[in-house]
């Protein structure tokens, strides 16, 4: 019996709960991929395995923390090069990265999956697009009723809007968005909300309250439609 975190979301699509973040099992005739490997689980490879036989890697959205705790159990890791700079990513993972580029594309066998490059969050934060249904997977970038990371080294809020931006012109091709926290799935109005919110955060137009993570002075910029944490 699988595990009751599971969600199935369709024939060949599930989504793992785990505390706040979540992470995805996709499925095609050929091959399994799941995208990211949990933040409280160190076992993600066997939940996967729970729900199919098929030859199976892996792919990370980012390298923060709470989604690369399963990465030691994979032979073959699939992952933005810019990542490769982040001391968690290299902690954890001991198989061979494959790196993966904007535009490049795995295919499953019956379901092909666009790779597209979302920097901003972290260096090298990738979605992927599946062509045949519309479902964006989308990691951090996204998110309605979330708070998004945007405190720390390497992160950027001015790359992170030209992302947006740039995903935008993409929205036509995408059906419903399926981010790793908070609400999910999310329609594509909430690129367009992102972008005004964040857009209005740079011109300095949002007033922000004052808050600590992790031992970090941040300010915290409610945009409505999600919470941007950005440096203090």
């Given at each position: 019996?699988a595990?009751?975190?599971?969600?199935?979301?369709?024939?060949r699509?599930?989504?793992?709960?785990?505390?706040?973040?979540?992470?995805?099992?996709?499925?095609?005739?050929?091959?399994?991929?799941?995208?990211?490997?949990?933040m409280?689980?160190?076992?993600?490879?066997?939940?996967?395995?729970?729900?199919?036989?098929?030859?199976?890697?892996?792919?990370?959205?980012?390298?923060?923390?709470?989604?690369?705790?399963?990465?030691?159990?994979?032979?073959?890791?699939?992952?933005?090069?810019?990542?490769?700079?982040?001391?968690?990513?290299?902690?954890?993972?001991?198989?061979?990265?494959?790196?993966?580029?904007?535009?490049?594309?795995?295919?499953?066998g019956?379901?092909?999956?666009?790779?597209?490059?979302?920097?901003?969050?972290?260096?090298?934060?990738?979605?992927?697009?599946?062509?045949?249904?519309?479902?964006?997977?989308?990691?951090?970038?996204?998110?309605?009723?979330?708070?998004?990371?945007?405190?720390?080294?390497?992160?950027?809020?001015?790359a992170?809007?030209?992302?947006?931006?740039?995903?935008?012109?993409?929205?036509?091709?995408?059906?419903?968005?399926?981010?790793?926290?908070?609400?999910?799935?999310?329609?594509?109005?909430?690129?367009?909300e992102?972008?005004?919110?964040?857009?209005?955060?740079?011109?300095?137009?949002?007033?922000?309250?004052?808050?600590?993570m992790?031992?970090?002075?941040?300010?915290?910029?409610?945009?409505?439609?999600?919470?941007?944490?950005?440096d203090?």
């Amino acid at each position: 019996m699988a595990n009751e975190n599971w969600i199935q979301i369709d024939g060949r699509t599930w989504r793992y709960e785990d505390r706040g973040v979540r992470f995805f099992l996709l499925t095609g005739d050929e091959q399994a991929l799941l995208l990211d490997s949990g933040m409280t689980v160190d076992n993600a490879r066997e939940l996967a395995e729970e729900l199919t036989t098929l030859p199976l890697a892996l792919l990370n959205t980012h390298a923060d923390r709470d989604h690369v705790a399963g990465n030691a159990a994979f032979e073959r890791i699939y992952v933005s090069p810019c990542e490769l700079v982040h001391p968690q990513l290299r902690a954890l993972t001991s198989g061979q990265v494959v790196p993966v580029w904007d535009g490049d594309v795995i295919d499953l066998g019956g379901r092909e999956l666009e790779a597209i490059a979302l920097p901003g969050h972290t260096p090298g934060s990738m979605a992927l697009l599946d062509r045949t249904t519309g479902m964006l997977f989308a990691g951090d970038p996204i998110q309605r009723n979330g708070r998004i990371f945007m405190f720390g080294a390497m992160r950027s809020l001015p790359a992170y809007i030209h992302s947006l931006r740039r995903l935008r012109t993409r929205a036509d091709e995408i059906v419903s968005i399926w981010p790793c926290h908070a609400d999910c799935p999310v329609d594509v109005g909430t690129i367009d909300e992102l972008i005004s919110g964040a857009e209005a955060v740079e011109r300095g137009e949002v007033a922000y309250s004052l808050a600590e993570m992790h031992g970090t002075p941040i300010r915290e910029y409610d945009i409505g439609v999600s919470v941007l944490l950005l440096d203090a």
